[in-house]
Nanobody, 124 residues
């Protein structure tokens, strides 16, 4: 079992930055594929970014490329999402997800474990 706890959300003006953290329990965190998803009111949950257990490869939603960076510190059992140049359309609840092995990183149902989410609100 893996438990995930997100933090770092909040209210920020457009153009600002936030860093989300996802702290994971479990000894095998380092081998888990990790993802960030988001869900805005009235919309489907959307893939944002993912990183392999080794940390060697990452994927991004096209609209966040160049602005967001996913990273992980396996020694701290934590994955991060650095979000720069935030836009109002980035407003959503952001969720951390984990799975021992994900075939298609952009698909939410591929992940077995989810955090409770953290709200990010970007004002214009």
């Amino acid at each position: 079992q893996v438990q995930l706890v997100e933090s770092g959300g909040g209210l920020v003006q457009a153009g600002g930055s936030l860093r989300l953290s996802c702290a994971a329990s479990g000894r095998t965190f380092g081998s888990y594929d990790m993802g960030w998803f988001r869900q805005a009111p009235g919309k489907e949950r959307e893939f944002v970014a993912a990183i392999r257990g080794s940390g060697g490869r990452a994927w991004y939603l096209d609209s966040v490329k160049g602005r967001f960076t996913i990273s992980r510190d396996n020694g701290k059992n934590t994955v991060y999402l650095q979000m720069n140049s935030l836009k109002p359309e980035d407003t959503a609840v952001y969720y951390c997800a984990a799975d021992p092995s994900v075939a298609v990183v952009r698909v939410a149902r591929e992940y077995d474990y989810w955090g409770q989410g953290t709200q990010v609100t970007v004002s214009s």
